[in-house]
């Protein structure tokens, strides 16, 4: 999206939400991927964890269309994500490539338990790689 403090409020929102479910990410780095590990409690079943990729901010300029010579920015872009069922296990691991821009600063990792059914979001995390327990190859 374009606008970037209604995007950030929307995702505290969630985060201040989150009493229902606890989740723990930690992620290990090496140049070409990121292991992220993560432990999750849900409160029921029919619950997934999902972990997002997210480039925090990115610029566009447009060349032709309506938009020519505009630098459009875009906030908090999901560039990959993980959906895992957590009705056999609740702790884990998962793999993002990496993209080639990658920069500690302006990538983080998002993890929300949802409810399969009704879409709600039971527990969120916000895991910024510049802030976050990792280590490196």
Same mark, same amino acid.
């Given at each position: 999206?374009?606008? *970037?403090?209604?995007?950030?409020?929307a995702? !505290?929102? &969630?985060? &201040? &939400?989150?009493?229902?479910?606890?989740?723990?990410l930690?992620?290990?780095?090496?140049?070409?991927? &990121?292991? =992220?590990?993560?432990?999750?409690?849900?409160?029921?079943?029919?619950?997934?964890?999902?972990?997002?990729?997210?480039?925090?901010?990115?610029?566009?300029?447009?060349?032709?269309?309506?938009?020519?010579g505009?630098?459009?920015?875009?906030?908090?872009? =999901?560039?990959? !994500?993980? !959906?895992?069922?957590?009705?056999?296990?609740?702790? *884990?691991? =998962?793999?993002?490539?990496?993209?080639?821009?990658?920069?500690?600063?302006?990538?983080?990792?998002?993890?929300?338990? !949802?409810?399969?059914?009704? *879409?709600?979001?039971i *527990?969120?995390?916000?895991?910024?790689?510049?802030?976050?327990?990792?280590?490196?190859?």
């Amino acid at each position: 999206g374009s606008d *970037g403090r209604a995007v950030e409020h929307a995702v !505290q929102t &969630a985060l &201040a &939400a989150s009493s229902n479910s606890s989740i723990d990410l930690s992620v290990k780095l090496s140049p070409a991927k &990121a292991d =992220v590990m993560y432990k999750a409690t849900s409160t029921g079943l029919k619950q997934d964890l999902l972990i997002s990729l997210i480039e925090k901010k990115s610029n566009s300029y447009i060349k032709r269309g309506e938009n020519k010579g505009l630098d459009l920015v875009h906030w908090q872009i =999901v560039h990959q !994500q993980k !959906q895992i069922p957590l009705t056999n296990s609740s702790d *884990g691991m =998962v793999s993002f490539k990496l993209p080639r821009n990658f920069d500690s600063n302006n990538w983080e990792l998002v993890g929300m338990v !949802q409810h399969t059914k009704t *879409g709600e979001i039971i *527990g969120a995390v916000k895991l910024p790689f510049n802030e976050s327990k990792y280590g490196s190859n």
